[in-house]
């Protein structure tokens, strides 16, 4: 079965400094692959998305992810952190048997230190 | 936005009771989802839907069943509620498979605890 891992259960960043959260997938095809986030008590917003025309994918709020298939990694990055980025964030990938079906990771939660 | 309404927003029912969840899209949207979420677990697929009365199973869909009649609504049932059930219930949608890389779109979320 298709999978999603997300390697660090939290992770916690001195405001200003990078952040590093990092996911893996399982795929024997091109996949579709997705960053989201969540606020403390409030709904999934999407980050950003993987399309095949960009190995380095820029998203919101200065976020950005890099596909690289041969380590099959689409981790997620971000120069400097801010205190508004501490929240929930959720890799999600290909799940289950054809195109219909997206399995989220398990969750990083982010936290930024003053 | 993607038009989607979740209702009710929160709910609390007793073990054993039958409880309906419903999602609602006003796009006509062919694809819709029911996930759950729990701590330490993310989000987990329990149903979904590829249009009018095309449902099918996800990962954790033991004590659900789901009804899709009309396009727009998605509704998610427990038969017989269990403690284990008491979650957090997102409906999503997906706008087309044909266009790359669809993202889901979610709503607000239905609370839901079962004593």
């Known amino acids: 079965a298709q999978s999603v891992t997300q390697l660090d259960s939290h992770v916690s960043v001195s405001e200003g400094t990078p952040v590093l959260l990092r996911c893996n997938y399982s795929?024997?095809?091109?996949?579709?692959l997705f960053w989201y986030v969540q606020h403390p008590n409030k709904g999934l917003q999407l980050l950003l998305k993987?399309?095949?025309?960009?190995?380095l994918v820029k998203g919101i709020n200065g976020f950005e992810a890099e596909f690289k298939k041969s380590e099959t990694s689409f981790h997620l990055t971000k120069p400097s952190a801010h205190m508004s980025d501490a929240a929930e964030y959720f890799c999600?990938?290909?799940?289950?048997?054809?195109?219909?079906?997206?399995?989220f990771g398990k969750g990083t939660k982010l936290s930024v230190i003053p | 936005d993607a038009g989607i309404t979740q209702s009710p927003r929160h709910k609390v029912t007793e073990t054993g009771t039958p409880v309906t969840l419903r999602c609602h899209q006003t796009?006509?949207?062919?694809?819709m989802y029911w996930y759950r979420q729990d701590p330490g677990h993310g989000l987990r697929l329990i149903h979904y839907s590829y249009g009018v009365k095309d449902t099918d199973k996800g990962e954790v869909s033991d004590g659900y069943s789901v009804s899709r009649s009309k396009t727009e609504d998605f509704l998610l049932t427990l038969e017989s509620a269990t403690s284990s059930q008491t979650s957090v219930y997102f409906c999503a949608i997906r706008k087309a498979l044909s266009t790359e890389n669809s993202p889901l779109h979610f709503g607000n979320g239905t609370r839901l605890t079962v004593t």
């Open positions: 993987y399309t095949s025309a960009a190995t």
């Open positions: 795929s024997s095809y091109s996949p579709s």
């Open positions: 796009e006509n949207h062919r694809y």
């Open positions: 999600v990938g290909p799940g289950g048997a054809g195109s219909y079906q997206l399995t």
